[in-house]
């Protein structure tokens, strides 16, 4: 890190210097100036000046002597994640997901609300409404405490946080999120894709944290994809990269078809027989709904595991594309169905060695449909970091 102001900016200079204490400080164990210094580079009287400067705003705390310390001992430093709050809300067809979370990223508390999926404009953000207010509630958090506010949403977003393109979500085209939302919440919001914001989840807190390339393939009730290159969320020119499943050859759109037509034909079977089962699957299903097919192929029922084994071979397809354009190093499944990848992966395995040049690893999310939220606390986080040294912040 270099001290010399370039072309006289020494406001500059100071927020990069002041960037990159912070950094050192985001790990677990607190610092002494001495090993901010040589970590950062800075010289000791300058990491002191940033610390104290840090300190004076509450980003940063001083941590209490170890016990049994002999002589004076060196002030010690840590990040202080308890000193603002952030908001990541996932609002999406069948359901509202909001997260309050410290500065770490640190869950406080976690609301989710149903939704109608056949549900309109004024219905979902009132659905929305109710879940921010209830998981404010929970975390015993004011909303004005909010610092920033990530928002994740299906559809094609544009940069102040308009729905551009939904064709999954009823009367959900041109809804502006960032309008709405801060008449919750009066910091800032950012709002972005639901498959994006779960890619960058996966790279933050979940099995992507090492790697730099990544294609992310959100399965369920929709498939899309999130695209990490050289560590950062690759959005394209318009904000519409990733968006393959738009190519009806990428066999995305069809996909889920084949695991209905199972739900439909047992359904149909059942009632046949005689079963107290419902006579015919529901018309949209759930994700509920879709684990029986899972479920039932991870049990043996051969036709339960075509059904999957087709589901996947059209995943593949699209998938294949992204492997063959990005070379990544590793592909997440995440998702509602990626609770079943059990049953996913070795079939997805086998189709992208048919396409691709080199397999890359694959692996299963941990976050499964909670990612998507966790997501857009890293977007929020985002916007924190982009001006925690500009002094807009006590």
């Known amino acids: 890190m270099s001290e010399e102001p370039v072309g006289g900016d020494l406001s500059r200079l100071r927020q990069l210097n002041a960037s990159a204490v912070l950094r050192e400080l985001r790990g677990d164990q607190p610092l002494t100036l001495t090993e901010l210094s040589k970590r950062t580079g800075l010289s000791r009287a300058s990491t002191e000046d940033v610390a104290r400067d840090l300190l004076g705003r509450g980003w940063l705390a001083e941590v209490a002597p170890a016990l049994g310390s002999v002589g004076r001992p060196a002030r010690r430093y840590r990040f202080n994640a308890g000193a603002g709050r952030l908001l990541g809300v996932d609002i999406g067809g069948h359901k509202a997901l909001a997260l309050v979370t410290d500065l770490d990223g640190e869950v406080l508390n976690q609301t989710r609300i149903a939704v109608d999926p056949e549900a309109g404009r004024r219905e979902r953000l009132a659905v929305m409404d109710r879940c921010v207010t209830k998981a404010l509630a929970g975390a015993g958090v004011e909303a004005g405490q909010i610092w920033s506010t990530g928002v994740a949403t299906t559809g094609l977003v544009d940069g102040s946080g308009k729905v551009m393109l939904s064709d999954s979500l009823p009367e959900w085209t041109g809804v502006d999120l960032t309008a709405h939302v801060r008449r919750l919440v009066p910091g800032p919001v950012r ?111 051969p036709r339960a595991v075509e059904a999957v084994r087709e589901y996947v071979s059209d995943l593949a397809v699209g998938a294949s594309a992204l492997v063959l354009t990005l070379d990544p190093q590793l592909v997440v499944i995440g998702g509602g169905f990626s609770r079943s990848a059990d049953v996913m992966v070795e079939p997805l395995r086998r189709e992208l060695d048919r396409w691709c040049l080199r397999t890359p690893e694959i692996r299963v999310s941990a976050f499964a449909d909670e990612g998507v939220a966790l997501g857009a606390v890293r977007l929020a986080l985002d916007e924190v970091e982009s001006t925690i040294t500009t002094g807009l912040r006590p």
């Open 191 to 301: 709002v972005e894709n639901d498959c994006k914001l779960a890619a960058l989840a996966e790279t933050w807190r979940g099995v992507a944290r090492y790697a730099k390339d990544v294609v992310f393939l959100l399965a369920g009730l929709r498939t899309g994809a999130g695209l990490i290159i050289d560590g950062k969320l690759h959005r394209g020119f318009a904000n519409w990269s990733g968006e393959i499943g738009a190519l009806p050859a990428a066999g995305w759109l069809r996909a889920p078809e084949h695991l209905t037509t199972w739900l439909d034909n047992t359904a149909r079977s059942a009632a046949g027989a005689g079963s107290s089962s419902p006579a015919t699957a529901p018309s949209s299903p759930s994700s509920t709904g879709f684990e029986r097919v899972f479920l039932a192929a991870r049990g043996g029922d």
